[in-house]
């Protein structure tokens, strides 16, 4: 059984930073084109950023060079590393995995495995 548990959210200040993790189970997520998606309150899913098995990254334009996206030293761990926060990178945030063709690794639609999300607040 698959399973993706995200952890790391919280309530912080604008500018400030937060790192969250997504810990897999029951795939070898280096597989696995590991994925973040975040929603906010009445809108769409939307990408923020995605790691791919060769390890080459994509973001967001919203978040490039703020947010970075990487595989953890611990086995089956990504990161999402999100530096000078601003309010409207309020969401619930959801790490998911699948094996998307390039020009749709933007589409949660591609994504098998989904995490339950973590909530991340940031107060202006």
């Known amino acids: 059984q698959v399973q993706l548990v995200e952890s790391g959210g919280g309530l912080v200040q604008a500018g400030a930073s937060l790192r969250l993790s997504c810990a897999a189970s029951g795939i070898t997520s280096n597989d696995y084109t590991m994925a973040w998606f975040r929603q906010a309150p009445g809108k769409e899913r939307e990408f923020v950023a995605a790691?791919?098995?060769?390890?080459?990254?994509y973001y967001a334009d919203s978040v490039k060079g703020r947010f970075t996206v990487s595989r953890g030293n611990v086995r089956n761990t990504v990161y999402l590393q999100m530096n000078t926060l601003k309010p409207e990178d309020t969401a619930i945030y959801y790490c998911?995995?699948?094996?998307?063709?390039?020009?749709?690794?933007?589409?949660?639609?591609?994504?098998?495995?989904w995490g339950q999300g973590t909530q991340v607040t940031v107060s202006s």
């Open positions: 998911a995995a699948g094996r998307p063709i390039l020009s749709a690794i933007r589409d949660p639609p591609m994504y098998g495995y």
């Open positions: 790691i791919r098995y060769n390890s080459h990254t």
